[in-house]
């Protein structure tokens, strides 16, 4: 197996990731338009309860599994590497099959006490058995990317996306004729489905791994002793008490975030309520924020969930080395990468806000929506690399706090705001703001207290700009071409316009430069063939 570098397994990631969010827009253009919004809503409902009943089980255990084995294969010890695997399954397996027999128990209670419609009943028994799933693929892609190998990861993703996709419009399609709640349900049907597959293509390949047996690379060599480093531990209670060390505080992490996510949910439908809005409309309207305007803002996420996963073995080495100069040289890497990556998703959906919806969901009210959350989304794509930077520093608990503190102004200002007729499902969207707002920065301090790390404010100062010229060709674009009797055509020639200026002032700025090209697997090799010649 082969180990790939910070750049490469984050690129492999990368692409795996833009894939799958450009193919995950399938189901949300057609889901619409087969079950509406109203049966989106109720799709989504069922979710934030089921996130976490899956954070409870696999939480950190990724994280840890990831960094455990990382550690072990630097000292060349791949049988270590195996011992964690095999515990962290006995583990998780035990857990998710706990858990699956619970929520299919409380299932009736937990719709018709706790979650604002009744009608999610079918969509919460659909999706339970994907609890046990989740928790073995977990633990496998932990341990492929403790050695740094992510095509595993990458490609389960793909081929599970795949299935889901076309598994959740067939299935949504078959059961629609009796009605909303079960075409819903259908749609669940179809993503257990995706994870099923997704699961198997991980087992297979882990086969395939043990198949080739093979000696260690070079790097995977056992270094010299070294008295002052820790060498992993292979017993069973040594494991598990290494595994809850290190997955504990980023499970309570990533338990507020679900719980936010749940509590947001249930406040924000009740909230709605108060404000004199019937429960199928807040359902349509909470449908419309979480099943079309956050997935379309988290676009660009696939390069900021890539570059967490790749800087978690990255940073954990170079913090075992005592290398604080490694350690600044990724974070500035991936914090202009995330930057640059997802600032042309920003400006398109703030200032093409309306054609946007209009395009993808047949749908202009929403727009309103997206056009307030555009600016803002910079913050979320940088938030993920700054939040796996404390947790790979042994700083997890830190990024507790941040979030912790960042979901209570959130749900205060859900209750406060969304509670009010004159905001109504706005004051919900500017509590999203706010939160992401206040964790970043949160994070951002907290790394920069730690490490000493300071922000390159010139690229965020050329970012900015390049952004504001973008903008303002985009716009120019859509209000002036000649082509206003087409608007998709009108639509998307502005924005190749737009990206193409993008990417000139990127390279006119040397936010990104030559060098980093020649990084790029495939691309970098046809980008130095191209410059000898």
């Known amino acids: 197996m082969n180990k790939q570098s910070f750049i490469k397994g984050t690129l492999i990631l990368l692409a795996a990731g833009i894939l799958n969010r450009l193919l995950g827009f399938i189901p949300r253009i057609a889901l619409p338009r087969i079950i ?7 799709y989504q409902l069922g979710y934030p309860f089921f996130i976490v009943l899956v954070t409870i089980i696999t939480g950190g255990i990724p994280l840890a599994i990831a960094k455990m084995v990382a550690e072990a294969e630097g000292a060349g010890k791949p049988d270590a590497s195996k011992k964690i695997l095999q515990v962290s399954l006995l583990l998780t397996v035990t857990a998710g099959a706990l858990f699956t027999g619970f929520s299919l128990w409380l ?71 009796k009605g909303i709640a079960y075409g819903a349900a259908g749609a669940m049907l179809g993503t257990a489905v995706g994870e099923l ?90 449908g419309a924020l979480q099943g079309m305007i956050i997935p379309l803002l988290l676009l660009p996420g696939a390069l900021t969930v890539s570059l967490a996963i790749s800087l978690v073995p990255s940073l954990s080495e170079a913090a075992a080395r005592n290398d604080r100069t490694t350690i600044h040289k990724r974070m500035n890497q991936s914090l202009r990468l995330a930057l640059v990556s997802g600032a042309p998703f920003a400006i398109i959906m703030f200032v093409l806000a309306e054609p946007l919806c209009l395009l993808l969901y047949d749908n202009a009210e929403i727009s309103s929506m997206l056009k307030i959350m555009a600016p803002f989304a910079l913050f979320l794509y940088v938030q993920s690399p700054l939040q796996a930077a404390l947790q790979a520093l042994d700083r997890p608990g830190r990024a507790l706090l941040n979030t912790l503190f960042g979901a209570i102004i959130k749900m205060s200002l859900i209750v406060y705001l969304a509670s009010n007729p004159a905001f109504g499902i706005k004051g919900a969207v500017i509590a999203i703001i706010v939160n992401s707002i206040t964790v970043t920065l949160l994070h951002g301090f ?21 952004m504001i010229i973008m903008g303002a060709f985009v716009l120019y674009g859509y209000n002036h071409f000649p082509f206003s009797s087409t608007p998709w055509l009108q639509f998307w020639i502005s924005i190749t316009v737009g990206i193409l200026i993008y990417f000139i002032m990127i390279f006119m700025t040397k936010l990104v430069t030559p060098r980093d090209l020649e990084r790029v697997p495939v691309v970098g090799s046809w980008f130095n063939r191209f410059n000898r010649h």
């Open 36 to 42: 509406g919004p109203e049966g989106v809503g109720i």
């Open 107 to 177: 299932a009736p209670w937990v719709t018709k006490v706790l979650l604002p419609d009744e009608r999610v009943y079918q969509t919460f028994i659909s999706m339970t058995p994907m609890i046990i799933i989740i928790a073995v693929s977990s633990v496998y892609r932990g341990y492929f990317q403790g050695k740094q190998n992510m095509i595993p990861s990458a490609s389960s993703s793909v081929i599970e996306t795949i299935v889901r996709i076309v598994c959740m419009l067939w299935f949504a399609h078959l059961l629609m004729p």
């Open 197 to 286: 597959i997704g699961m198997i293509t991980l087992l297979l390949q882990y086969t395939g791994e043990g198949n080739k047996g093979g000696k260690l690379t070079p790097i995977q060599q056992p270094l010299k002793s070294d008295k002052s480093k820790e060498e992993p531990t292979t017993s069973n209670n040594s494991i598990l008490k290494r595994l809850f060390g290190i997955a504990l505080p980023v499970t309570g992490g990533r338990m507020v975030g679900s719980f936010s996510y749940l509590l947001e949910t249930i406040l924000t439908n009740r909230s709605l309520a108060l404000a004199g809005i019937a429960t199928s409309v807040a359902t349509a309207q909470y």
């Open 446 to 466: 907290s790394l920069s207290k730690l490490i000493g790390f300071r922000f390159r404010l010139l690229d965020y100062v050329k970012i900015a700009a390049v």
